[in-house]
């Protein structure tokens, strides 16, 4: 179908409000001939969206429907109820796709259902295909994915045993005392924070199932080593406490916010030249990515604490300076001073092989990257603090910094009650194995390989730490 027909086939599936405008229309077309169209309207004060994908023959790839409907007075529907409307519209758009897709699982998200149809080869799902439709109180639909198999695995002839699993982890398995944000939308805890944790130094342990030597299905790279190295105490006392948002962003007076956004735990806001226009106005994903984002300025501010977490430039900035690497790590730890209170006690500058001479060739930025830890050297888990620096100019031009207040670092205990050896006995003692299909990214057709997930044996889902105080199991929330 050429754009238009496809449009109109879009506008065919849902009502758009009146009071929305089209910000994305977009028509993708690959070398062989396959391709998708998308098309998105939004009303922005609302935060309101309706997203519609499809193929180039007109086949609706997703929808997302996403409305501040006010209650209704409709009585709702039940579960069984959702599931025929949901089999409905799926039969609506793709009459025979329940002979080779099977109802698998149900979840409720907020105030919806959603209803999943797998693909099942040895009574597993296949990762990353079949379909998912959200199913509101009153029976609309108001999400919808549908990704087709290309290619169904063979079924291997031979698995390696869980036994010879479980001794290969009994002879290699190491833990690292570490510290964790936990969630409890993604582990089973109940109620979100920092823990000191022992995390197996293979976290996702995932086993080929047909090679008969224990063999990893994800290889990380062990050629890349990493250094951490202290940084110097500071020079001043100089803090962000003293410095507006504007200015530890470095926002000029010719600049105006042209969108502040609540993020949840953080807002939004973006700047740009209050003289820029768009060169030409077009509905392209490209263009929608121009008027959101050229020539800005975006920073992320913490409620909790009204200060500065991160912000990028987008708007480029020229300068004739010739900053050397050396000179611009002096530049990115004035800046850490500026803005985190005794940043040497946590951060230290995570050096990779060959880096600084990677740094010093004619890209315009030096990125500098730092490991964050406690007073005692304990790692902070997935917190990572990152400073680029212009070497045109002097200026920050990226920053992400710290997800939480780092006051709460000392709220944290250091010492662990239990043993590294008492974690591994405890880790040993849920050990299991599940079988499961994932993607096989190491090869260029899409296709499928069968592993061995590493699992707890009672809630079948997989082990990520132990609880350093208490020897808890945490596991995934789900799988």
């Known amino acids: 179908m050429e754009k238009e027909e496809l449009k109109k086939r879009a506008l065919s599936m849902v009502e758009i409000p009146s009071d929305f405008q089209a910000i994305i229309e977009e028509y993708a077309e690959g070398e062989n001939g396959e391709g998708e169209a998308l098309f998105v309207w939004i009303k922005e004060e609302s935060n309101e969206g309706i997203t519609i994908n499809l193929d180039l023959d007109g086949h609706l790839n997703s929808l997302t429907i996403d409305l501040n409907d006010k209650a209704s007075n409709e009585i709702p529907l039940n579960i069984e109820e959702r599931r025929e409307r949901a089999e409905h519209f799926f039969l609506s758009h793709y009459p025979d796709a329940l002979e080779e897709l099977t109802f698998f699982d149900m979840k409720k998200m907020n105030h919806t259902y959603r209803f999943y149809y797998e693909r099942i080869v040895m009574d597993l799902p296949l990762e990353s295909a079949g379909c998912f439709i959200d199913v509101d109180p009153v029976g609309k639909i108001v999400g919808f994915s549908y990704k087709a198999v290309k290619q169904i695995p063979e079924i291997p002839k031979t698995l390696i045993s869980t036994e010879k699993l479980v001794e290969h982890v009994q002879n290699s398995l190491d833990f690292q005392l570490t510290i964790k944000n936990l969630y409890t939308i993604i582990y089973n805890v109940e109620e979100d924070g920092f823990r000191l944790v022992y995390e197996p130094e293979d976290s996702f342990m995932k086993f080929k199932a047909d090679v008969l030597t224990p063999t990893l299905s994800i290889i990380h790279d062990e050629d890349v080593t990493e250094t951490f190295v202290p940084l110097p105490p500071p020079s001043n006392t100089d803090s962000q406490k003293d410095l507006t948002i504007t200015e530890v962003v470095g926002v000029t007076e010719e600049m105006d916010i042209i969108r502040e956004v609540d993020m949840g735990e953080e807002t939004g806001i973006v700047w740009r030249d209050r003289n820029w226009e768009m060169e030409e106005e077009d509905l392209s994903m490209d263009g929608y990515f121009k008027r959101q984002t050229e020539d800005t300025v975006k920073a992320f501010i913490s409620k909790e604490t009204g200060k500065v977490r991160s912000f990028t430039w987008f708007n480029e900035r020229s300068g ?160």
């Open 320 to 479: 004739n300076l010739q900053l050397s690497y050396e000179e611009c790590y002096q530049k990115a730890i004035n800046f850490l001073q500026m803005i985190i209170p005794d940043y040497h006690k946590y951060l230290q500058l995570i050096v990779r092989d060959n880096e600084e001479a990677e740094e010093e060739d004619t890209r315009t930025k030096a990125v500098f990257t730092f490991r964050m830890n406690n007073t005692d050297g304990i790692p902070v888990q997935s917190e990572i603090v990152v400073v680029a620096v212009n070497n045109k100019t002097g200026h920050i031009d990226h920053y992400s910094g710290p997800s939480f207040d780092m006051e709460k670092l000392s709220q944290i205990p250091t010492k662990s009650a239990i043993s590294k050896k008492e974690a591994r006995e405890i880790f040993l003692n849920h050990l299991d194995f599940e079988l499961e299909w994932e993607t096989d990214y190491d090869v260029d057709i899409e296709s499928y390989i069968l592993v061995y997930q590493a699992c707890d044996r009672y809630s079948r889902t997989p082990i990520r730490y132990i609880d350093a105080l208490t020897g808890e199991v945490i596991l995934a929330r789900d799988k």
